[in-house]
């Protein structure tokens, strides 16, 4: 890490509110569950699809939990009064983790039910390497059960291939991105033409089994090379789509989308924005100097 990453990690916390919020606002559609909806109306009207998260992770106490699948389920009901084109994207340390995995698994798998209700789909994202197991686990139990829930995995993680060929075998539903954590090199790549190299292979044997994949990047050369896939597999246009997050390589994202393919913009709300986003920067400094760099020195 330089040293001017370092100054900034440092310094985040005391970057008054208002200047994070300054660039955070085009990544978060707002902190209610109405911004988030006015977001996804419009993405819809451009015939674009969207996955809403309520901002936060490690919650503390059970009733923090519950109050986090309440809202999740007015998400829900809001999607569907609405006639809007979206789903929800959960986080198991969220809904309770780390405080009893048979109590996440509970509020998970309610909300699993209530989306089916409503003919929808739940996305449980996947955090660092410390929830991966568990994750996956939670997932297998709610496959049994549901055929409208997926799950993330990771290019840069080591052990993601072995993980891919177990849940092959299902047809699972995947969300595959490169990964975001910080983590140590004895679980993760650390050169990033690797965890490159790993997104394709892993993506080529996801379409090659029949999984349907949220191809999810920003990056040009993964999206070129998924697309060479897709037109090598003569794969129809439902049996996949794109996913991106909002804010993020707009130019690109209206490129695929007026060749006819499906996207998803991942779409964050909720009163934790500031928290969420300074935790972001900090395991990403070289992200977080971008938007200093950005926000002071850009003219």
């Known amino acids: 890490m330089s040293l001017f990453n370092k100054l900034v990690v440092l310094t985040l916390p005391f970057v008054p509110k208002f200047i994070v919020y300054f660039f955070a606002k085009r990544y978060i559609a707002g902190p209610s569950i109405e911004d988030a909806i006015a977001a996804i109306k419009e993405f819809n009207r451009r015939g674009i699809m969207a996955t809403v998260d309520l901002l936060g992770e490690e919650i503390e106490n059970k009733e923090d939990a519950m109050a986090v699948v309440h809202e999740y389920k007015n998400v829900l009901a809001a999607i569907d009064s609405k006639g809007l084109n979206a789903n929800i994207s959960v986080k198991p340390t ?111 044997k996801l379409l090659n089994n029949n999984c349907y994949v949220g191809i999810a990047t920003h990056d040009e050369k993964l999206v070129w090379n998924a697309l060479m896939m897709i037109d090598r597999l003569k794969l129809k246009r439902d049996l996949y789509e794109f996913q991106m997050l909002l804010g993020v390589t707009e130019e690109l994202r209206e490129i695929l989308v007026s060749a006819g393919h499906r996207l998803r913009v991942y779409v964050p709300y909720g009163k934790h924005w500031h928290a969420y986003s300074l935790r972001r920067l900090k395991e990403n400094p070289s992200v977080a100097s971008y938007i200093i760099k950005h926000i002071f020195f850009k003219n």
Do not use: W
């Open 94 to 204: 969220h809904l309770g983790l780390k405080l009893d995995k048979e109590f996440c698994y509970g509020n998970i798998r309610s909300l699993v039910d209530e989306a089916k209700k409503y003919s929808n789909f739940v996305r449980i994202d996947m955090e660092d390497h410390s929830c991966t197991s568990d994750t996956l686990n939670l997932f297998k139990r709610l496959r049994t059960e549901f055929d409208n829930v997926g799950v993330v995995i990771q290019s840069y993680l080591r052990r993601t291939v072995d993980d891919v060929n177990q849940l092959i075998e299902d047809g699972a539903n995947i969300r595959l991105c490169k990964g975001i954590y910080v983590e140590p090199r004895q679980i993760a790549f650390k050169d990033k033409e690797i965890v490159n190299y790993n997104f394709q292979y892993i993506l080529e």
